[in-house]
């Protein structure tokens, strides 16, 4: 049983338990006609997040007071969408992702756009991350007639990710970047060009991604192929040695040696498909 201390809207309302801690409680109809101090029995259907929680942009109980409710039940339809399609997912992000939606929504409605240069890259990188977010779209624009851009779902996208892995938003972006910077550096000293929809694109992408997870992690590659891509693509060896090195220096992090013989593989692959696929 819970106590309501404020009703938000409608579909949202702020209640207390035994133990006088708060939690936001969302469902359709929910706050219809209800009273402050009226007892809730939250039914199946309705979602509850707690507000002793904390993020990267403040205290859920600070955020609550401050976003439009509508956008807390447009952050709750995104993440019902990702428990659909990854099952368990942190529910904690409901909050810092409905304070990115009301600026992203401010932005829009001034004529204010944010590029992220990462978009393409996280289309790829978090494909079912960023269709899932692509639903805000939809919502928003219903329910406040604006329109958000795509590099505005690709920082949804990342808030998704983030409440699937163990990662938090400002960590994927980060990890987005390398990626980036990575394949960059490939393009510069092969001469080659990637296309981000090409199969080759992905492929190098997603290996350079696992690469950054084993140097967070710190697990052990089983295949070492140094030696045989230093005496087989000697040029190619060394473009992937000055690449990990940069990607050492970006995550500050140590990185195991066997890593630079299966990138020079993967980017040798590359240059031989001339990744126009």
Known sequence: MYRITKVLNHNA??????????????????????????????AEGTTMYSLQSDSERGTAEDIVKQVDPICLEIADSVLNEAEKNFGKVDRKILFPMADHLQFAIGRMTNNEKIKNPLTDDIKVLFHVEYKTAEIARKLVEEKFSVTITDDEVGFLALHVHSAIEDESVSQAMQTAHVINECIEAIEKNTGIHLETTSLGYNRLMNHIRYMVVRMNTGEKLKLDMNDYMKIKYPETFEIAQRICDEMAVSLKKELQEAEIGYLAMHIERVSGEGLNE
């Open 13 to 42: 309302v702020i209640a207390v338990d035994d133990e006088t801690k708060e939690y936001l409680i969302m469902g359709k109809g929910i706050g219809f006609g209800r009273k402050i101090t009226e007892e809730i029995y939250p």
